[in-house]
């Protein structure tokens, strides 16, 4: 059974710092881009980061450059997503996505939720 399963999400104060993972099963990982996503309340999902198979590429929406970072550990079948200077309107759930050989984001966790309180 394929899954994703999210996991670090909580309350911290607008400036502070979250990490974020989510752990792989039921698929060969490596063979996977993945993403993170998020909601916010009342508006629609949003693409947050992306990370290349091996790691080695990754890409940002504008709003989070230089605040968030994604990485993944192959062995560990699992992706993060480090999460610093939080601010308020950081506030959603966060999905976790993956995407095989390019047919798009078509297996997703159920989200964790992060509050960030100004």
């Known amino acids: 059974q394929v899954q994703l399963v999210e996991s670090g999400g909580g309350l911290v104060q607008a400036g502070g710092s979250l990490r974020l993972s989510c752990a792989a099963s039921g698929l060969t990982f490596s063979g996977y881009t993945m993403g993170w996503f998020r909601q916010a309340p009342g508006k629609e999902r949003e693409f947050v980061a992306r990370?290349?198979?091996?790691?080695?590429?990754?890409y940002y929406t504008d709003s989070v450059k230089g605040r968030f970072i994604i990485s993944r550990d192959n062995e560990q079948n699992t992706v993060y997503l480090q999460m610093n200077s939080l601010k308020a309107e950081d506030t959603a759930v966060y999905y976790c996505a993956a995407d095989g050989s390019g047919t798009g984001w078509n297996i997703w966790g159920k989200g964790t939720l992060v509050t960030a309180s100004s």
């Open positions: 990370i290349s198979r091996s790691g080695g590429y990754t």
